[in-house]
């Protein structure tokens, strides 16, 4: 470990303070400075890895050596054991109960949901006005993942205030610091525990109409599973689409050109993920001692992988702070390296969502750009909040006119 070469500390505590103060920062640092980084927070031994070979490694190649990393582990307490949380053999079984849900071929059966709930969303936006994106566009998909994996109308109310909670609380057990303030705290202990039950309670007013009702699994496993579909199926997509209609808010030549062909649109939304991939970070924990390129790295390691930095790498996109959504015609994903772009991960714990996500994204932008002209977004460069998502870290209010 001491032979993987890191940034110069100058002072204690340096490293913990950039990564709680500005970490996407500090992360593209990292990417720009080397390959591969090591840092020491206190106990924990971090290597942060920036070169696509080595990403597709941990991710793909040698996923077999890596848990989930340290954050993950926490919010089980509040996820229980399921898919993003669950390690093998769990994992492995239940991934094969949920994969046919979300195989492409299903996925054709939610289109009607997408579509409706698009046109109902819009239909209470007005004919002139503004609207917050983020609002918006977090109520369409909580009102789309309960229509399409619980089949019936669900009280989003009632379930946006329980996720409401559940979502900070998942952002505050994950902090590096939780546990120790836990015990510090006797309060926070039960704060888990009483969001849990509180969804608990709403999941069981929905779950017999659910999709997973029809598979094989425990009531407990299943309600792990609702609970992780519907926090992991919502908060990603609601932030992508919410950058979306920002960015094109602010480029009216790409808005005027998404709405009438397919394959723009997708081009923005691809570019849309690489400035702002929601799962901004992904990390792991090494189970016995691996080589990663000329580095040995010991068992009990936490790796880190950036979407964000290595998005905006720019080794390997041109310009990369301007959104051109062009750059996908011109040089198509599959030609560039693996481990270069990867907002939905990769390898045996690649997102289940994805192509969920895609249709839904495709349809929803499609719809909403037919019917409504988006006018600027006066923010010229959006604070970012990077918590467990990437999420604005500011209010992103655009004006819209009914087209
Ligand atoms: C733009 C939207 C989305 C993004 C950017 C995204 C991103 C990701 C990423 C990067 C991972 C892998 C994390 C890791 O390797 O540690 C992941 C896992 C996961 N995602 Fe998504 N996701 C999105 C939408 C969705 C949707 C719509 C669903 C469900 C309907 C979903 C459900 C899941 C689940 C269950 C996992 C865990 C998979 C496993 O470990 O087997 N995601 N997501």
Redesign the pocket.
């Known amino acids: 470990m001491s032979k993987i070469p890191g940034p110069h500390r100058r002072y204690p505590g340096e490293f913990f303070l950039k990564l709680t103060r500005d970490p996407l920062t500090f992360f593209e640092q990292l990417a720009q400075r080397a390959p591969v980084n090591a840092i020491k927070m206190g106990p924990l031994q971090i290597v942060v890895l920036s070169q696509p070979e080595l990403i597709q490694q941990v991710?793909v190649s040698d996923a077999s050596n890596y848990v989930?990393?340290r954050g993950?582990e926490v919010s089980r307490r509040l996820l229980g054991q399921?898919?993003?949380?669950?390690e093998n053999p769990l994992?492995k079984q239940?991934?094969q109960i949920?994969q046919p849900i979300?195989k492409p071929r299903n996925l054709e059966s939610f289109r009607p949901a997408f579509e409706q709930q698009t046109h109902r969303l819009l239909r209470r936006w007005p004919e002139r006005g503004v609207i917050s994106a983020s609002t918006e566009m977090t109520r369409l998909?909580l009102e789309i993942?309960a229509q399409?994996?619980f089949g019936q109308e669900v009280d989003v109310d009632e379930v946006r205030g329980a996720m409401d909670e559940a979502v900070k609380t998942f952002r505050l057990v994950a902090l590096p610091f939780y546990e120790w303030a836990e015990r510090l705290l006797p309060a926070l202990r039960h704060r888990p525990q009483r969001v849990r039950q509180r969804l608990d309670r709403v999941l069981e007013g929905i779950l017999p109409g659910s999709l997973l009702q029809g598979t094989e699994m425990a009531s407990e496993q299943l309600r792990d599973?609702a609970m992780?579909?519907f926090l992991?199926?919502?908060e990603?997509?609601a932030?992508?689409?919410t950058f979306a209609l920002y960015l094109l808010s602010r480029h009216p030549e790409a808005q005027r050109r998404c709405a009438q062909d397919e394959a723009y649109l997708q081009a923005a939304l691809l570019e849309t993920?690489r400035l702002y991939?929601?799962?901004w970070i992904?990390?792991?924990r090494s189970l016995t001692s691996c080589q990663l390129g000329e580095y040995q790295i010991p068992p009990n390691t936490t790796v880190l992988m950036s979407?964000f930095a290595m998005h905006r790498h720019p080794d390997y996109f041109l310009q990369p702070e301007r959104f051109r959504p062009e750059r996908w015609l011109e040089t198509p994903r599959s030609r560039l390296p693996k481990g270069v772009y990867?907002?939905?991960?990769?390898?045996?714990?690649?997102?289940?969502?994805?192509h969920?996500?895609?249709l839904?994204?495709l349809i929803g932008m499609r719809l909403i750009l037919q019917n409504y002209w988006l006018e600027p977004c006066d923010v010229s460069r959006p604070k970012l909040r990077p918590a467990i998502?990437l999420a604005p870290g500011q209010e992103l209010l655009i004006p819209v006119r009914a087209a």
């Open positions: 991710l989930k990393g993950l399921g898919l993003l949380t669950s994992h239940q991934r949920l979300f998909t993942i399409t994996l599973e992780t579909l992991a199926g919502h990603t997509t932030h992508a689409l993920l991939p929601t799962a992904i990390g792991r979407p990867f907002p939905f991960g990769g390898g045996p714990r690649v997102c289940i969502g994805e969920f996500a895609w839904e994204m998502t």
